[in-house]
């Protein structure tokens, strides 16, 4: 089969009629840029070969285009040497879309029958059809739909290759595998040692004498450490009882006390003085303020008197030009008020027409609003539901409390078995295992931990019964179970749950709250989007608009005209035209005015202003006794004394300053001498504690033989992981076993995929000489790429390496296809978007290569780097909608 044609119409961007035509047998390339509706192409041509037209699904839907429209595609298909046109109208709903089929100009096949030709002609990819393997999708040249195309694959292999279980093994290596398979699921599983099994427990038992021998040694480290410790606390209280040291720092504190006080008088000193500075620094600032005053107040009579002249000067002349200007604004505000009634004349014909437009307009937004507000309102109703929801089951407060009670039992269950009583038998020669505890024989020289006690029995003698402490694991262990039990007990009485609730179950109705928030959210979300205000403003817009006025503007006759509203805003802009020539005179008589206006007022405030200054003037020069020069030379005179007086209270100050002693040292000192006796006093004490605390662990350490049960628990260790070595050397000798059946087996499977790797081969080295990809025999998938003497699987290669060897492989299997005599078109949606330069010349070349007696598709938006592929070039031209 051949696609010779492709037309759409009504198909995602595709609203009006396009086509591609003139595909010929070869390579065929489609190169355009983003967004020109490759993909839509793609999609289209899966849709009319495996979609029926009846269908309304999620896939179809996608397909029609955001403006309204049902999707409409035909293709014409060379078919052994006859001309066939496909066409599929789909249509909204389920059931209701046609197909038909025409052979030339004569209609073949239609509804039923006509998919039921389409299923026989290509399976659909789920069924085995090539186009599932060779039909690309944009970017996904990987094999992320093994599973959907396995069939194809090894279809396609059974139909080269003939019967295959010859050449697989047989069933004595089958059955030898099944052993040493049993052999390794006795021991170990996938995910590591079995449970139970010899492996798991010679693990857990070096693991348990592992942790025995590090316990030990901790406890032989602290011993010592501690030994350490009192050693050096010994020596540091014989330093502090040396009566020699205690004098010293007596005397240091007798002699910081004696030069604190010395400091402090000779302060008291100092501040006197300093105070004395003070005051004469004071009565010169007075004076400096006076004398000061009195030269800014001469100087402020002078100026005031310039200045009350020249404001008289300027109120004369504005006075005289304000009073043409006056005369001109009262001219300029009749003409403006004539103006101004013919604008507003004008502005209330046009107001009226536009106002009978607006209510039109808004009869439309009504509609509108009904059909958001129908929608807000069902939203609403789902929101009451599902917040109900929200509201049953633990919030995540309660869940945090039930986890952490569960955790908190857990410690308390192992605190119980390492609070338990242990016990330790030793036999005599001969009567290992006479003891029984519960029934079971007791191992000797082995510590068990007892913390639900037991029954020791002896055979012919009696028994012990052992009963376990009530010790603070147990209280713990209980505390823990109750407050478990009521964290539970509290999800009991919440909304919508009844009966008792076990962990599990708080879990899950945790989730279902969750669950529900987040709908709830999302409900919220969409209701915010339709009605941003709220749907209480929305039914108020709704309301608004349901007025007299507007029932009235249905009526055909009330909106008017474009020409009525052209010639009411000419009429407008006419009228407005000439008061705002009125309103131009007027403003800029008036501008003259007001600026004339603030002039003279500027002015007369400036001479009133002036006047006042220079009165306070005169009333401040008139307050000085006798002439203003006597004044001024007995205030020099008084500032001057006043400034002889604070440079020898100055000096003074400065002499006391450089011979004082530090107070603040003094008192650090003293202090520091105070503090040093009583730290002696107090480390004496902590050291007396410390030194009896050590010696009562020590005692206890040693007590306990620490470091002969370490040694005891080494020589454990030793045999332990002697057993656990031999029982690993069991297991990788049994998996080496079952790698090289695995080998051979895989061996004997080559064959099955020798036409792939041979119509492989050549394409590979197009790419890299030399090179070797080996294919998973089961699944006829790329397993490891061999270059360079490496092996690489084919997860671990980049993304550009793995599009392209899986486009190869894609080549390789249409090439086998053609030679069964099942050609199909390989179609290729911008299959190479990871490839660099070099390498996308050689892919063109397999292309190339391989288009020779099959058809290639390829889609591109790489217009550029795709001119050099050759092939027919193809494009998307309109075309005439179909009759």
């Known amino acids: 089969m051949k696609i010779c044609a492709i037309r759409l119409e009504n198909t995602r961007r595709f609203t009006d009629p396009v086509e591609i035509t003139g595909i010929g047998p070869g390579l065929n390339v489609l190169s355009a840029a983003n967004e020109q509706g490759k993909s839509t192409i793609f999609d289209a041509l899966h849709a009319v070969f495996f979609k029926d037209a009846k269908s309304w699904d999620k896939e179809i839907r996608a397909l029609a285009p955001r403006a309204g429209g049902e999707p409409r595609i035909e293709v014409e298909i060379d078919l052994e040497g006859q001309r066939y046109r496909l066409a599929k109208q789909f249509r909204k709903g389920s059931g209701k879309g046609e197909v038909r089929i025409w052979q030339g100009s004569q209609l073949f096949l239609q509804s039923d029958a006509a998919e039921a030709w389409l299923q026989e002609l290509i399976k659909s990819p789920k069924d085995g059809g090539p186009a599932g393997l060779l039909w690309v ?30 050449i697989t093994g047989g069933q004595r290596m089958d059955a030898i595998r099944r052993d040493v398979r049993q052999s390794l699921d006795r021991l170990v599983t996938s995910r590591g040692a079995k449970k139970g099994g010899a492996l798991e427990q010679a693990e857990t038992a070096v693991a348990q004498l592992v942790a025995r021998e590090e316990d030990f040694a901790i406890k032989v480290q602290q011993l010592r450490a501690q030994l350490d410790q009192r050693q050096e606390l010994r020596a540091e209280l014989a330093s502090l009882q040396d009566p020699e040291v205690q004098q010293e720092q007596a005397a240091r504190l007798r002699q910081a006390q004696q030069d604190l006080v010395a400091a402090e008088r000779y302060q008291e000193k100092l501040l006197s003085v300093g105070q004395a500075l003070r005051h004469a620094q004071l009565l010169l600032d007075s004076h400096d303020s006076k004398l000061a005053v009195f030269q800014t107040r001469q100087t402020d009579h002078r100026e005031a008197a310039q200045a009350c ?123 290992e295992g006479a003891f029984l505890l519960n029934g079971d024989p007791l191992r000797g020289g082995a510590k068990l931990s007892l913390p639900q006690g037991g029954k020791i029995t002896v055979p012919g003698l009696g028994a012990i019964d052992l009963y376990p402490g009530q010790g603070l694991g147990a209280d713990q262990l ?132 002036a006047l006042q200054r220079l009165q306070r003037a005169e009333v401040g020069l008139a307050g000085q006794e006798g002439d203003a020069k006597e004044a001024l030379a007995r205030l020099v005179q008084q500032r001057a004394q006043s400034a002889q007086d604070v440079a020898s209270a100055q000096a003074q ?104 790797l041979q119509e492989l081969q050549p394409l590979l080295r197009l790419l890299w000489p030399e090179a070797r990809l080996d294919v998973d025999a089961g699944q006829v998938l790329p397993q490891h790429l061999q270059r360079a003497g490496q092996e690489e699987s084919f997860d671990s290669l980049s993304g550009g390496t793995q599009e392209q060897i899986a486009l190869l492989v894609r080549l390789a299997f249409a090439r086998l296809l053609a030679r069964a005599g099942r050609a199909a078109p390989v179609i290729l949606d911008d299959a190479i978007v990871y490839t660099d330069d070099a390498r996308i010349e050689k892919l063109f070349d397999a292309l190339t290569l391989q288009a020779g007696d099959m058809q290639i598709l390829v889609f591109t938006c790489r217009q550029k780097s795709f001119r050099s592929l050759g092939g027919t070039q193809l494009s998307i031209r309109p075309t005439a909608p179909v009759a």
């Open 653 to 756: 100050v400065e002499t006391l300053q450089q011979a004082a002693p530090d107070l603040e040292t003094a008192r650090a000192r003293a202090l520091r001498a105070q503090s040093g006796l009583e730290t002696s006093r107090i480390r004496l004490q902590e050291l007396g504690r410390d030194l009896a605390v050590l010696d009562s662990r020590i005692a206890t350490g040693a007590g306990e033989a620490i470091e002969e049960e370490l040694a005891e628990v080494r020589g454990q260790l030793v045999s332990a992981r002697q057993g656990l070595a031999a029982i690993s050397f069991e297991v990788a000798m049994l998996r080496r076993l079952d790698l090289a059946l695995e080998k051979a087996r895989g061996a004997a499977q080559e064959a099955y995929v020798g036409p792939v």
């Open 137 to 166: 999708r944009q970017g996904l040249t990987d094999f992320a739909d093994a599973k959907e195309t396995l069939a194809a694959r090894q279809d396609l292999m059974s139909s080269v290759t003939g019967e295959v279980d010859a």
């Open 478 to 609: 209980q505390r823990a179970e109750q407050e478990l039990a009521a964290a539970l007990a509290t999800v009991s009485g919440l909304g919508g749950v009844t009966g008792s609730v076990d962990l599990d179950s708080a879990r899950v109705l945790f989730r279902q709250r969750q669950e529900a928030l987040q709908s709830l959210r999302e409900a919220e979300i969409r209701l915010a989007l339709l009605a941003p205000e709220g749907v209480v403003a929305l039914m108020q817009q709704h309301a608004g608009l349901a007025d007299a006025d507007l029932e009235a503007a249905e009526a055909p006759d009330a909106a008017p005209t474009p020409q009525q509203l052209d010639q009411a805003e000419a009429a407008l802009a006419s009228s407005r035209a000439v008061l705002d020539q009125a309103a131009t005179r007027r403003d800029a008589a008036k501008a003259q005015e007001a600026e004339l206006r603030l002039g003279f007022e500027a002015a007369n405030a400036h001479h009133q202003a």
């Open 309 to 431: 002249a020249l404001a008289e000067e300027r109120l004369r002349q504005v006075t005289a030009a304000l009073e043409p200007v006056q005369a001109e604004v009262k001219t300029a505000q009749v003409a403006y008020a004539s103006a101004q009634l013919q604008s507003k004349s004008d502005e209330a014909q046009l107001a009226a027409l536009q106002q009978a437009e607006r209510l039109a307009q808004q009869l439309q937004l009504r509609g509108a609003l009904e059909a958001k507000l129908a929608q807000a309102r069902r939203l609403q109703q789902q929101m009451i539901a599902l917040k109900s929801q929200a509201e049953q089951g633990p919030d995540q407060t309660d869940m945090d409390r039930i986890e952490a009670c569960q955790a908190a039992l857990a410690l308390a269950q192992n605190a119980q078995q390492l609070a338990a009583a242990t016990l330790v038998v030793s036999y005599d020669s001969g009567q």
